[in-house]
């Protein structure tokens, strides 16, 4: 059978839109523009997925080429029918927020694909640029760092090279039956935990030390904990503050922590995945003294600097730190002149370019401008709690809120079992659609806990909160 291809004019790759491109664009650009002019206000109401939105979610693998603008609208129709954390009135969680900037920078970055293991030129120094900016944006001297999936691959790299520095050799021989524990607030996330069993630390020797009365880890509590692990031939690894807990937004005392740490040569870091943007606003900048005193630090750029996900950093004080735990030497990446490659800091090998979300966004809107939004997250969680505490049906914790996270629970008399009504609340809130928040467990009692991490949210979203809590709430008290 004859070749229908011409010899020397190959057709164009079946993968590429060809002359559809321009129209595709211009499409996907409607769509966004549609989006973002969505999320500018709150919506009166969720929307579900459709009956036919749902039967073309159970169509099996399509084998021929479909229509780009109509498989384009398909994609939007999905996204639309889904909670986005973008909205204004999504408080569940630690929410982001989609950044217009970000996600152009997404849309350029896949495009170009740069493969960032070793050095890609333009886009490795840019990516040394943000970690830069990033570290005089927080307050820490960092003289090295990468980005990262999350908090939580942020806190596993941190601690692996904690784990070289306190037991060196181990990522060679193993931990070989070596006795070593890591210190965590007994409300510390979960992400540390997972990375004592990843590092064969264990997590049965993660040592949760107690909070005091604001839910900081005590001071007290670490250093006999420090001082009995080292008495009985344990290695401390490292001691993890939390700066902003997942549940209630506690600020651990980093400044007395690094001092108790010094003392004992132990690395401190930090996991501000949540809470460290706060450290550059100035209503907030007090709660994190210490932090230019500790060994690395995890921030998550796609919580509270509003980027889209995923772009988490994580910044250590020393390079030669990270190059410890992680260099390596392989024939099919060979090192130019000594110079370590960009893999040789990360644990991850093919990652998309995060950091170029973070650097237009700093870029377009300024570092003051990530520093009011703060701020303003900083007053409507200050006024939700001023609103909720004034309000006889309302309970609150019983100090102002360390950052943007507020319990809040609905008391009104005659409704017995205030746990299985706040539960229920929360799921009709979710149901409702005005307002989303979720439940969260603190002291065996159920809460809503709202979290103010968006810049699209307003002090009115805040009153509406109040006022759609309050309503539901007292809607549904009898019916348990
Ligand atoms: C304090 C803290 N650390 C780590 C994480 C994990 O971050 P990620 O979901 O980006 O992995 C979270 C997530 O909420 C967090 O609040």
Not at 57 to 82: F, I, K
Not at 327 to 344: G, M, Q, R, T, W
Not at 405 to 415: D, Q, W
Not at 417 to 443: F, K, W
Request: charged share 20%; with cysteine.
């Amino acid at each position: 059978m004859a070749d229908a291809t011409p010899a020397g004019s190959e057709s164009r790759p079946a993968l590429s839109l060809g002359d559809r491109r321009v129209d595709a664009l211009n499409h996907a650009a409607a769509l966004v523009a549609h989006a973002w002019h969505d999320f500018d206000e709150a919506r009166a109401e969720e929307t579900y997925p459709s009956t036919a939105l749902q039967s073309v979610l159970r169509e099996p693998l399509p084998e021929e080429p479909g229509d780009v603008l109509a498989d384009l609208d398909l994609a939007a129709a999905v996204l639309d029918a889904s909670l986005a954390q973008s909205r204004p009135r999504y408080l569940a969680y630690i929410g982001s927020s989609g950044l217009e900037v970000g996600a152009l920078a997404d849309l350029l970055a896949h495009s170009y694909d740069i493969n960032l293991a070793l050095d890609a030129r333009a886009a490795t120094q840019l990516e040394n640029q943000a970690i830069g900016w990033l570290s005089g944006f927080l307050g820490f001297p960092a003289t090295a760092g990468s980005f990262t999936s999350g908090g939580t691959i942020s806190n596993i790299t941190a601690l692996a090279a904690a784990r070289e520095r306190a037991l060196p050799g181990t990522r060679t021989s193993g931990m070989t039956h070596r006795a070593a524990a890591m210190y965590c607030s007994a409300e510390a996330h979960y992400s540390i935990t997972r990375a004592a069993e990843l590092l064969g630390i264990g997590r049965d020797n993660v040592r949760a030390i107690p909070t005091d009365h604001r839910r900081r880890m005590s001071v007290v509590a670490l250093e006999k904990q420090l001082q009995a692990d080292t008495a009985a031939g344990i290695t401390p690894i490292a001691v993890v503050a939390t700066a902003g807990t997942t549940l209630t937004g506690a600020v651990d005392p980093l400044g007395e922590i690094a001092d108790t740490c010094a003392s004992f040569g132990t690395w401190v870091h930090v996991d501000g995945a949540y809470g460290l943007p706060a450290a550059a606003a100035r209503t907030s900048a007090d709660l994190f003294a210490g932090l230019e005193r500790v060994d690395s630090l995890s921030v998550d750029a796609h919580k509270w600097m509003f980027v889209p996900k995923a772009c988490s950093a994580v910044l250590v004080r020393s390079a030669a730190d990270l190059a410890t735990a992680f260099s390596h030497n392989e024939a099919y990446i060979p090192h130019e002149h000594d110079e370590l490659n960009a893999v040789d800091v990360t644990l991850e090998y093919s990652r998309p370019f995060r950091a170029l979300k973070l650097w237009l966004a700093l870029r377009v809107h300024g570092a003051q401008a990530f520093r009011d939004a703060i701020e303003g997250n900083l007053r409507q969680a200050n006024l939700l709690y001023e609103l909720a505490s004034a309000h006889a049906d309302f309970e609150t914790q019983p100090y102002a809120p360390q950052l943007s996270i507020v319990p809040i629970r609905h008391v009104p008399a005659g409704c017995p079992d205030s746990d299985r009504h706040n539960e229920a609340l929360c799921r009709a809130m979710q149901h409702d659609g005005r307002v989303y928040i979720s439940p969260a467990i603190i002291d065996g009692r159920t809460w809503l806990r709202p979290c103010f991490t968006n810049f699209r949210t307003t002090e009115e979203d805040v009153r509406v909160t109040m006022h759609v809590a309050e309503e539901i709430g007292t809607g549904i008290c009898g019916d348990h």
